[in-house]
């Protein structure tokens, strides 16, 4: 009997040693450590025995105040089922989809089991998203065009706007896109107003 049960004690050590994320279990009431997985134990080394506030983040002279034990057990001790969230790691700076879950431990204590997977590409992808979407409202913003039919003048080209005013093509349309005018003459205009100067030679 006993050889069976170490025989299945090795299969289950093998399963989560094997599993590719994060797998501890910590006592509810002390916060001590009572099991690791290698994939653990390869990021905060063996902190059997410790504190996981300790072990698992960086800086804690204490619980952590973001610890999810409170959200795994109900008021009469039963526990509630399966709590998740996201969260940056303070040790490896790394973000993890984080499954926590209060069990019953093998001398009768409650304890939180929790399996956090790796999501760092995957929140990086969402902030470049949200970064590229961020830019291309403030070029939306900043765009400005004009539409329908603009009623101009046949004779000095100026366009009347909204309250009847009229305008100088270059002013009306300033403000109201983003365009810039800078001014010189055409061949046509040079050769009309400036005949005795060769602007525009061959022309």
């Known amino acids: 009997m006993n050889a069976n049960l170490e025989a299945s004690h090795n299969i289950l050590l093998t399963v989560l040693d094997s599993l590719d994320a994060i797998v501890y279990v910590a006592d509810l009431q002390t916060y001590e450590l009572l099991f690791l997985n290698k994939y653990a134990r390869e990021i905060f080394g063996d902190g059997i025995g410790k504190p996981c506030w300790q072990v698992l983040q960086s800086n804690q002279a204490a619980p952590c105040d973001f610890c999810s034990n409170d959200k ?27 499954r926590d879950r209060a069990i019953t431990w093998i001398n009768g204590r409650m304890v939180r089991l929790e399996i956090a997977t790796d999501i760092t590409a995957r929140k990086r992808a969402e902030q470049e998203r949200e970064k590229l979407i961020d830019q291309l409202q403030e070029a939306l913003n ?42 010189g003459i055409c061949p046509e205009c040079a050769s009309e107003r400036f005949p005795d100067d060769d602007i525009y030679p061959g022309k």
Do not use: M
């Open 142 to 183: 900043e765009i400005k065009t004009l539409q329908g039919i603009l009623p101009v003048c046949s004779y000095c080209k100026k366009v009347r706007d909204d309250e009847g005013n009229w305008n100088k093509i270059e002013a009306y349309i300033q403000r109201r896109s983003e365009a810039k005018f800078s001014h």
């Open 72 to 98: 795994l057990v109900a008021p009469d001790g039963t526990p509630k089922g399966l709590y998740a969230w996201e969260f940056q790691n303070t040790v490896s700076r790394r973000w993890y989809d984080i």
